[in-house]
C-alpha cells in the first residue's frame, strides 16, 4: 500500500517554480531519502507533503489523506504524519515530558496518565527517559532534536518526515541522532528524509532520490544511485570522477 | 482663609491615590481585554480585519488622551448621554491603553518565532490552540516588561482626568494648595507618591526581564 502519492506537482514562490511536475510513490516501511543541490527543491516537496507548502497543481496523497489546504483536512492529515525540523523547534516554555503530551492530550483527547505512558515510551525509543523534566534549553542540539523526534512519534504517525534534521549538528551529535532514525527505520516506519549524509542514505534509505532544478533528476535504490550515477548532474554532486 | 499642610491636608492627598489606582486597575484590565483581542485580530488571516484593526490603533495612537476624554465627557454628554465622570475617565483610558497595549502584544506576538507555528501546525492544533499552548505563553514572557513599564506610564497619566473634575492625587494636590499654597511641600509629597507606586513597577519589569531571560535565543 502506498502512503504518499504524489502525482505531477508544480509549485512557486512568486514567479519562481521550484517544483516542476514532480511525481513520487513511497511504499509502507520503506525509507526514501531526498538528495540534491541546495535550491533543487527537495526541502520544498518534502514540507508540501504536509500541507506546510500549498501547491498550485498535482496532486498529493498522504497516508489516505488528500493533501490541500483547508483547515480540517491538513489537521486530520498532521494527526498521521510527523515532521522533525532541523532547528528542532521544541517549545521553550514547556518541558521535554510537555512538549511531547501536549498534541496527544489536546488534539486526541488523551488522559494525563494516558499521555504521560506515552511520552515515557516514546522517550526511551529515543534514549533520553531520564530528560522527561527537563527543559529544551538545558539539552544539547542532539538531545533536543531526538526529543523532536519523540514529539513526533508520540502521535503515532504512519509516516515521518525529516527535513535536514542532522545539518544544524556537530558531526558528534549527528551519529546520536541518526541511530535513532536507523533503529526507526529498523522498526518499519515509512519515511522520507532530506539529508545531505549520503553513508546515511546508502546504508538505511530504500531509495535515494536526486532532485535537480525542482525536478526528479534520477531514482532507484540507494545503492545503485549513490555508486552508479547515471546523470553528470549526479555524477558531480556524488564527487564521482566523470571520465 | 489659608490653612497651613497638616495631618487633615496629608490624609486627604493620601486618600486621593486610591482613586489614581482604582482608575489605573479599571483602566489597565479594561484597556487590557479589549488590547489582547485586537491584538489577535491585527494578526488575523483576513486583511479586512487587519486593516481594521491598524487603523483603529493608528487613529487612537494619533489623538491626545485628553481628547479621547473631552469627546466622552463633553462630547457625549451634548449628546444627551451624561457619564459619570469615573466612567468617562475609565472609559477614555481604557480605550487609550487598548491601542498601546495591542500594538505591544502583536510586537510580542510577532517576536516568537514563526518555527513555532509551523511546528505547533505539525502536531495537528487549531490556530485557537497554537494561540493557547504555544503561542501566548512564549509571547507573554516577551511583553511582559514593556507591559509593565506602559503600566508606569498609565500610573501618571492618570492625572489627566483632573480635567473633567475628578479628584484623583494630582486634582487633589491642585485643591490642597489652593488652600494652602504651600506648593512646594505638597505638590514635592504629591511626586513621592507617585514615585512610591511607580518605582517597585520600573524594578517588578527590571526584574521580570531577568527572570524571564528575554531575548534568550533559541
Known amino acids: ?243 | 482663609m489659608m490653612t497651613s499642610f497638616g495631618w487633615a491636608e496629608a490624609f486627604f492627598l493620601v486618600s486621593a491615590v486610591r482613586w489614581t489606582i482604582l482608575l489605573t486597575f479599571i483602566a489597565f484590565v479594561g484597556g487590557g481585554i479589549l488590547g489582547g483581542i485586537i491584538a489577535i485580530l491585527r494578526l488575523s488571516k483576513s486583511a479586512a480585519v487587519r486593516r481594521c484593526t491598524a487603523t483603529y490603533i493608528q487613529v487612537i495612537q494619533s489623538i491626545p488622551v485628553l481628547m479621547v476624554l473631552f469627546l466622552s465627557y463633553y462630547g457625549l454628554s451634548l449628546a444627551g448621554l451624561e457619564l459619570p465622570p469615573l466612567l468617562a475617565a475609565s472609559l477614555s483610558l481604557g480605550i487609550y491603553v487598548s491601542a498601546y497595549l495591542a500594538e505591544i502584544w502583536r510586537g510580542a506576538i510577532e517576536a516568537v518565532p514563526f518555527q513555532q507555528w509551523e511546528a505547533s501546525a505539525s502536531l495537528a492544533l487549531t490556530r485557537g490552540q497554537q494561540y493557547r499552548y504555544v503561542i501566548i505563553p512564549q509571547a507573554l514572557r516577551i511583553s511582559l516588561p514593556p507591559t509593565v513599564g506602559f503600566l508606569v506610564q498609565l500610573v501618571k497619566n492618570t492625572s489627566i482626568v483632573s480635567v473633567v473634575g475628578f479628584v484623583e492625587l494630582s486634582r487633589a494636590g491642585q485643591l490642597v494648595n489652593n488652600a494652602t499654597f504651600a506648593p512646594f511641600k505638597i505638590f514635592g509629597v504629591v511626586a513621592l507618591v507617585y514615585f512610591l507606586i511607580c518605582f517597585p513597577l520600573s524594578r517588578l519589569s527590571r526584574y521580570l526581564e531577568r527572570v524571564l531571560h528575554v531575548g534568550r535565543a533559541h
Request: hydrophobic share 40%.
Open chain 1, 1 to 243: 500500500m502506498s502512503v504518499v502519492l504524489i502525482d505531477n506537482v508544480h509549485k512557486s514562490f512568486g514567479s519562481v517554480e521550484v517544483l516542476k511536475g514532480v511525481s513520487l510513490t513511497v511504499e509502507r516501511g520503506q525509507v526514501v531519502a531526498l538528495i540534491g543541490r541546495s535550491g533543487s527543491g527537495k526541502s520544498t516537496l518534502l514540507r508540501c507533503m504536509n500541507g506546510l507548502e500549498p501547491i498550485q497543481s498535482g496532486s498529493i496523497e498522504v497516508a489516505g489523506h488528500k493533501v490541500d489546504q483547508d483547515d480540517k483536512h491538513l489537521r486530520e492529515l498532521r494527526k498521521d504524519v510527523g515532521i522533525v525540523f532541523q532547528s528542532y523547534n521544541l517549545f521553550p516554555h514547556l518541558t521535554v515530558g510537555q512538549n511531547i503530551m501536549l498534541s496527544p492530550r489536546i488534539t486526541k483527547g488523551l488522559k494525563t496518565a494516558e499521555a504521560k505512558t506515552l511520552a515515557e515510551k516514546v522517550l526511551s525509543q529515543v534514549g533520553l527517559s531520564e530528560k522527561f523534566d527537563a527543559y529544551p534549553d538545558n539539552l544539547s542540539g542532539g538531545q533536543q532534536q531526538r526529543v523532536a523526534i519523540a514529539r513526533s512519534l508520540a502521535m503515532q504517525p504512519r509516516l515521518m518526515l525529516f527535513d535536514e534534521v542532522t545539518s544544524a549538528l556537530d558531526p558528534e551529535l549527528t551519529g546520536e541522532v541518526l541511530a535513532v532514525m536507523e533503529q526507526l527505520a529498523k522498526d518499519g516506519m515509512t519515511m522520507v528524509l532530506v539529508t545531505h549524509e549520503m553513508n546515511f542514505a546508502r546504508k538505511v534509505a530504500d531509495v535515494t532520490v536526486f532532485m535537480h532544478q525542482g525536478k526528479i533528476w534520477e531514482s532507484g535504490p540507494s545503492q545503485e544511485v549513490l555508486t552508479t550515477p547515471r546523470t553528470p548532474e549526479l555524477k558531480s554532486f556524488v564527487g564521482v570522477d566523470i571520465k
